[in-house]
């Protein structure tokens, strides 16, 4: 079904994982190697082959029977006849024995098919506009801080497409006040041989509230040729294979109980293989409540998918603020609304183990979205607005939600609905999510938590984009050596994984590792790193919250972590930090970070294990042994000064699941609840300090707690008193700080590296004099600002340095204290479009690159003064001047004045003819004269008086001819209509009669459907507009074109429309017409048959009578 609901056929109304848990599987897959009972008819099958041998060994087999198929990503899909299922059977059992394929063989084909045809707006009801749901969902907050998905792409895959969809979506920007959009249309089996106006509907809802919700993403629609499940399907895969986006749409599916398991099993792989790749997949949950038009509850495939996210729907109401209920219900012995439910054979994952998800089965939807076609949303179909609703609308807009997390993280989410279960446990949660505690789906309620119809709710955007950010960052337990070895330079251990959990954890990376820790914002790591590609060699360095890292692959695949073992140890040096990982093997990775470490001073010995960019915290990890650990070079014995701590950004007890426990070999590191506690250290009376540049010095910041106030001295020298010191270091080495007090005397040595300064003198290869402001960071965390030069501390040794200014490439390097760093940036081109007038105007621009499109040249120059001529036969020609400067698009208009002086001036305008924005580069021709439009859809032409044949063109609309008449100056504006699509294969059904007699009945014919695959008309039948409580006749007769209908009454009016349903999934509609006694003349007509009929059957009567009476 395709999951899209309109207002005029919506039966609502306005008042209306355990902890060892492995990957989610079907619980039960079947794939067919026998000969079944009653093989008749024509079967499907297709097969999940992701690589090159799988394939050749399927295509082999088909091209050796001539079964023609079709293959796209990782799908072979083929429909065969029953006759050769035994062979097809028999050698896909074999080919999967020997290679591992998975394959599905069924019963004729199953479309995904679409239920309705969306009313126009105005016709009932609530709609929205994108700005309306920005602000109802927390989108605003988002766009604020230039979050709109910029950089990520959504892919929507769809079938047939939308032949007008250039127009429509153009249309919907314009009227709602986005950006134009990045869109490319892709066939990847062809482009389709028919239309269908429901998928097109849908494919340009789809694209419209993926693009509004995330006006800065890229998106991409694949078509598939039919509605065919398997061929969706193969777009799907073929999306994933080729990686075009970070998240893809499906607003389309069917009942899990008319899609085969083995089928499901098979697609199940392509969802597998996009969560591995990092690729968010967002489904549709339906939009028939929790019977999904069958007899019992069931949900809809692929929402049920344990690697998609289901969307539900809602009913949005603006009632300052939004409120909001589950759509759904109970009516004419069926159910609507959120698809939702329980599937019957998808097991429940892992990360639905918790509040309120009771069952054994996979439960859905994840999360919900604005769905009632009563409260629905805008969207331009075939040229016209729509009023549109159904869970279909929450799929793009969710994807759209997904690409703002994705720009915010930096990187691809991938898998999130873990994560999102997450949020649900902790405090959070109501945060992130608004909880849908009102409403049903006509078989289960809403209730607080997630539920079964709205799953965990709506979304809050910012808060939900920002929490899944620090949740995201790395947690995880360590244990800090705290008291005397504040004084530690160097920290070693021997770290050796026991075994390798086949974890779930799609997107992490489990790092073991030895280092310095101050707080979670200040500390230096350097360990073995694992995750599902394979083994890493890491060390990081963050300071004051940035971030060094320098990371190396070991091995490939996860699985070469166990048993691995290596010598891992970091040490303080007088110019930053040397780090080292020493591999059984004999190879050794040595990381140096050059740099001043400010929290040196003040930071402990530690060991531990992080889990970073995991989606979910209850995941294993490998149980590692940490041994033989040395700080200072001598052996940690005894009961040290030890401190259990966990990482984590939102201060959440117990939020990591690592645990750590010591035995007499040191510290065993593994999956679990982590103990809490130990000494601190401080109160022992140490010194700790901070160190940071300064004006010509080393500045060192000191302080020590639970003392007595008392003197500081530097090398004996009293320089301070009371409880913090700072001390400018005016030059390197090793100093004596002490702190004296009554009772107390306590110091530590303080390694000042040597410094000093160098000068980085920047300029740019452009053809200017200016100097732009540019950006350095010196020694990955010391940053600068300024122009051609400037003074920047530095390290007696090779320090890095990076540089950023607008406009130009970025600069990386090294420089040495004392000397000068010379740097020409290298700027990027810089554009300039040019708009010309009139339409023979060219332009002559020496050495620079231009491309014409129309009116509008596009300019591409290093920046640099250009001149740039602009000239036409008959006009003085204009020279433009330009400075071109790097990072700075130019604009510019030239409009020539011709040489002639009798002429009149005519300003025009071309606007679109059913929304008036205006229509950019269009031409506009006057008899032999031709202009085009600028960028505000506005041209000037000089002609002599008189009349002229006016032609107007451009793309996507209809050629405009008409003679004007210009004797004076004048104004004129024209307006275009778009574009007709041929559709010449398009059935089109009509009324033919409609005629209500005898104030009670009323005949209904239309125009027989004469194409092929006949399945059904369907007619629906209300009283209301919006088609709220319809009634439905089916008649599947091709040639039975008339229905008679009853209670039909005086007064009243009905509307109706036919609708016909084809055996390969499409839909055409005759589009709403009205019936009643509207029409004077017809109802007068009706009189006069009521009247006579009276009249007839009162003349009947006397006459029996009569006879009665005489044959007595």
């Known amino acids: ?69 079709t293959y796209a990503g990782s799908l072979i899909s083929f429909t065969f006849p029953a006759s050769a299922y035994s062979e097809i059977a028999g050698s896909l059992s074999a080919i999967r024995q020997a290679t591992g394929i998975e394959y599905a063989l069924s019963s004729g084909v199953h479309y995904a098919v679409p239920y309705i045809v969306p009313l126009q707006v105005g016709s009932s009801g609530i709609y929205y506009t994108p700005s309306q749901i920005a602000k109802a969902y927390q989108f605003d907050e988002a766009y604020s801080e230039g979050v709109y998905g910029n950089g990520t792409t959504i892919v929507i895959v769809d079938a047939y497409g939308d032949p007008n969809l250039n127009y429509d979506v153009a249309a919907f920007d314009n009227i709602t006040g986005l950006p134009p959009i990045n869109l490319k249309v892709i066939y990847p089996m062809g482009e389709p041989a028919q239309y269908n106006s429901s998928w097109a509907v849908e494919t340009s809802t789809d694209v419209e509230w993926a693009h509004a919700m995330a006006p ?51 697609a199940n792989k392509v969802f597998e293989q996009a969560a591995a790749e990092n690729i968010t997949v967002v489904a549709a949950s339906g939009d028939q409540g929790g019977l999904d038009g069958e007899s019992s509850p069931t949900v809809n495939f692929p929402a049920s998918d344990p690697y998609v996210l289901a969307v539900g729907g809602t009913s949005l109401y603006y009632d300052n603020p939004y409120q909001q209920t589950a759509w759904g219900g109970y009516y004419d012995g069926t159910t609507f609304g959120s698809g939702g439910g ?63 997390i994705d720009q915010f993280d930096h990187r691809p989410v991938g898998l999130i609905t873990p994560m999102l279960y997450q949020i649900y446990r902790t405090p959070y949660y109501s945060d992130a999510f608004v909880q849908i505690t009102q409403g049903t789906n006509g078989v289960y309620n809403a209730g607080p938590g997630w539920n079964p119809v709205t799953g965990l709710g709506t979304p809050m955007v910012y808060n939900l984009m920002v929490l899944t950010y620090y949740l995201y960052l790395p947690y995880g337990t360590y244990e800090e050596f705290t008291g005397s070895y504040l004084n530690a330079t160097s920290v070693s251990a021997q770290v050796s994984m026991r075994d390798y959990v086949a974890q779930y954890v799609i997107n992490g990376t489990d790092f073991y590792y030895v280092g310095f820790y101050n707080d979670e914002f200040n500390y230096t790591k350097v360990g073995i790193g694992v995750n599902s590609t394979g083994v890493y060699a890491i060390a990081e360095v963050e300071q004051d919250g940035q971030v060094a890292l320098d990371s190396r692959q070991v091995a490939s695949g996860a699985a070469q972590a166990a048993g691995f073992s290596a010598e891992i140890s970091a040490s303080y040096t007088d110019y930053g930090l040397s780090e080292y990982i020493n591999l059984t093997s004999g190879i050794v990775y040595h990381f140096t970070f050059n740099t001043l470490v400010s929290f040196k001073g003040q930071s402990y010995p530690i060991i531990g294990v992080d889990v970073a960019g995991s989606e979910y915290n209850l995941s294993d990890i490998s149980t590692a042994q940490f041994s033989g650990i040395l700080i200072n070079g001598t052996a940690v014995s005894g009961q040290p000064d030890v401190y259990t701590g966990t990482l984590d950004y939102l201060n959440m007890q117990n939020y990591s699941s690592v645990n750590v426990s010591s035995n007499s070999a040191g510290y065993l590191f593994s999956t679990g609840v982590p103990r809490i506690g130990g000494a601190q250290g401080n109160g022992t009376g140490q010194i700790e300090y901070w160190l940071a540049f300064g004006n010509g010095a080393i500045e060192g910041h000191f302080h020590t707690r639970g003392l007595p106030p008392g003197v500081w001295y530097v090398n004996g020298t009293a320089v301070s008193t009371g409880y913090n010191m700072t001390f400018p270091f005016s030059r390197g080495g090793i100093y004596l700080v002490t702190y004296s007090a009554p009772g107390v005397d306590i110091s530590r040595y303080v390694a000042v590296p040597y410094f000093g300064y160098a000068s980085l003198n920047v300029s740019t290869s452009a053809q200017t004099d200016r100097y732009e402001v540019y950006n350095a960071t010196v020694d990955y965390f010391y940053h600068y600002t300024g122009s051609k030069s400037i003074r920047v501390a530095a390290l007696d040794t090779s320090n890095s340095v990076s540089i950023t200014a607008k406009g130009e490439h970025p600069y990386k390097g090294n420089v040495t204290a004392g000397e000068g760093l010379n740097v020409t940036l290298m700027p990027y081109n810089v554009t300039v479009t040019l708009y010309v007038s009139p339409g023979t105007a060219t332009v002559d621009a020496k050495h620079v690159s231009m491309v014409r499109d129309g009116g509008f040249y596009t300019i591409s120059s290093t920046p640099q003064e250009i001149n740039l001529t602009v000239s036409a036969s008959g006009y003085y020609s204009d020279t433009i001047q330009l400075e071109l400067l790097p990072g700075r698009n130019v604009t510019e208009e030239a409009q020539l004045e011709p040489l002639a002086t009798d002429y009149v001036v005519v300003q025009g305008a071309v606007e679109d003819a059913l929304y008036h924005y205006p229509v950019v580069n269009a031409n506009v021709s006057l008899g032999s004269l031709y202009v085009y439009t600028n960028g505000t ?12 044949s006016v032609r107007i063109e451009a793309p996507l609309y209809r050629n405009l001819s008409s003679n004007e008449t210009f004797d004076r100056s004048s104004s004129v504006v024209f307006y275009l209509q778009p574009q007709e699509v041929n559709v010449s294969v398009i059935p089109h059904i009509y009324l033919l009669r ?13 125009s027989q459907y004469t194409g092929s695959g006949f399945q059904s008309y369907t007619l629906y039948i209300s009283n209301s507009s919006s088609f709220t409580n319809y009634t439905t006749m089916t008649i599947t007769s091709q040639k039975h074109t008339y229905v008679i209908l009853d209670n039909v009454y005086p007064g009243k009016t009905y509307y109706a429309m036919v609708i016909v349903r084809t055996s390969n999934g499409q839909i055409f509609g005759s589009g709403e017409f009205r019936i009643g006694y509207t029409n004077i003349g017809l109802l007068a007509l009706n009189v006069v048959i009521v009247v006579g009929i009276v009249l007839y059957v009162t003349y009947a009567v006397r006459i029996f009578r009569k006879r009665k009476r005489y044959g007595e």
């Open 994 to 1006: 409609n005629f209500p007699f005898l104030f009670y009945f009323a005949y209904v014919s239309w």
């Open 216 to 266: 800065g993403a890229r998106v991409i629609l694949v078509v598939a040729p039919s509605a065919d499940s398997n061929v969706l399907q193969q777009a799907v895969s073929y999306a994933v294979d080729e990686r075009l986006g970070n998240v893809i749409s499906l607003s389309w599916g069917l009942p899990e109980n008319q899609v085969g398991q083995s089928q499901m099993e098979v």
């Open 937 to 948: 859809g506005n041209f000037t032409a000089y002609v002599e008086p008189g009349t002229y």
């Open 342 to 404: 329980f599937s019957a054979n998808f097991s429940r994952p892992y990360f639905q183990a918790g509040p309120g998800i009771n069952s054994t089965m996979r439960g859905l939807p994840d999360v919900a979205m604005v769905a009632n076609p009563e409260t629905g949303v805008l969207v331009v179909t075939d040229g016209t607005e729509r009023q549109i609703g159904g869970t279909s609308v929450g799929a793009p807009i969710w994807s759209a939600i997904i690409a703002l």
């Open 1 to 69: 079904m395709l999951i899209l609901s309109s207002a005029y056929l919506s039966t609502a109304s306005v008042s209306g994982k355990p902890s060892h848990s492995v990957k989610p599987e079907p619980v039960a897959a079947t794939a067919s190697s026998g000969q079944p009972v009653n093989v008749t008819g024509i079967w499907s099958g297709e097969a999940y082959v992701p690589d090159a041998t799988q394939a050749a060994y399927v295509t082999g087999l088909l091209r050796q029977m001539g079964i023609n198929y």
